[in-house]
């Protein structure tokens, strides 16, 4: 999840959708995301992971309830890459398979 679902999020739903045994989906927090974060999203979600501290705080004080129970995980990614960049790409590999079921 990031701010406006435009390029992290959509990078690592990307990369990781092959990933065997996990679905993946992708939002934005923000009013004007391509993809607005829902409750139904949510709900769905075993884990939710955002981009920076400042998301997941936001999606906190937004959705209190349909966070209760969930596993969140901040990536620490800054909003300085561009959809599929090497870097983000080298970045996501690095931060996110120690928080996804192994095969």
């Not at 974060?37 to 936001?58: C, F, G, N, Y």
Request: glycine share 2%.
């Amino acid at each position: 999840m990031c701010s406006r679902n435009r390029l992290r999020s959509p990078t690592a739903e990307q990369v990781f959708a092959s990933w065997p045994g996990i679905e993946t989906a992708s939002a934005g927090i923000n009013r004007d995301a391509d993809n607005p974060v829902t409750p139904e999203l949510l709900q769905w979600a075993d884990l939710i992971m955002v981009m920076e501290r400042a998301h997941r705080s936001k999606l906190s004080a937004k959705f209190r309830t349909q966070l209760a129970g969930k596993r969140i995980v901040c990536l620490e990614i800054p909003d300085e890459f561009d959809y599929m960049e090497p870097a983000l790409v080298q970045l996501l590999n690095a931060r996110v398979p120690r928080h996804l079921p192994s095969s």
